[in-house]
T-cell receptor, first 112, second 114 residues
Framework: NAGVTQTPKFQVLKTGQSMTLQCAQD?????MSWYRQDPGMGLRLIHY???????DQGEVPNGYNVSRSTTEDFPLRLLSAAPSQTSVYFC???????????FGPGTRLTVL | AQSVAQPEDQVNVAEGNPLTVKCTYS??????LFWYVQYPNRGLQFLLK??????LVKGSYGFEAEFNKSQTSFHLKKPSALVSDSALYFC????????????FGPGTRLSVLP
């Protein structure tokens, strides 16, 4: 099993550009989530999904979109990048919402 | 509302000494409590969890944590620290109510000195 994979590992964007962060898991987990990690603030939940076709907002959803067309994939889209979105982004999955989460290796995003 | 506090940004301990990383929480309902560890430039790795049952939970790499309901705490402990334990540690909590998500603490950086 590859577990949770994320691409790309690093990305530099200019303000206003859009991009998609990819996340995939091969554990047949129903629950998937996106977090951003900023120094001194821990992980903050952006969006989550409890199954294919179902998504919902977390604590900091503004500026981000998600979709869940399959159980395996949960891409995160930045619509119009802003410097405030400079962060490290982690995708995670678990069997259900209260279970142990498995994290991907992260994407380090810089917005200039 | 759910919240997690990790009152220490940094914990320094000598190799071979016991270590404690503190976590206190606030939830409405019964808590699910987790500890994760993050090594440099890596994702978070699961260490241990408390769902129900014994208050003392044993996890990976010799770590354990004690759930204290009256003090709303879930401190992470290890009897003898290793230099390789140096990392960033996160406590996470969610209530057992339907529709809740996990809330993570700000993290505590543990440095084990040789």
């Amino acid at each position: 099993n590859a577990g949770v994979t994320q691409t790309p590992k690093f990305q530099v964007l200019k303000t206003g550009q859009s991009m998609t962060l990819q996340c995939a898991q091969d554990m047949n987990h129903e629950y998937m989530s996106w977090y951003r990690q900023d120094p001194g603030m821990g992980l903050r939940l952006i969006h989550y999904s409890v199954g294919a076709g179902i998504t919902d907002q977390g604590e900091v959803p503004n500026g981000y979109n998600v979709s869940r067309s399959t159980t395996e994939d949960f891409p995160l889209r930045l619509l119009s990048a802003a410097p405030s979105q400079t962060s490290v982004y982690f995708c995670a999955s678990s069997r259900h919402s209260s279970d142990t989460q498995y994290f991907g290796p992260g994407t380090r995003l810089t917005v200039l | 509302a759910q919240s997690v506090a990790q009152p220490e940004d940094q914990v320094n301990v000598a190799e071979g000494n016991p270590l404690t990383v503190k976590c206190t929480y606030s939830v409405s309902g019964n808590p699910y409590l987790f500890w994760y560890v993050q090594y440099p430039n890596r994702g978070l790795q699961f260490l241990l969890k408390y769902i129900t049952g014994d208050n003392l939970v044993k996890g990976s790499y010799g770590f354990e944590a004690e759930f204290n309901k009256s003090q709303t705490s879930f401190h992470l402990k290890k009897p003898s620290a290793l230099v390789s334990d140096s990392a960033l540690y996160f406590c996470a909590v969610r209530a057992d109510n339907y529709g809740q998500n996990f809330v993570f603490g700000p993290g505590t950086r543990l440095s084990v000195l040789p």
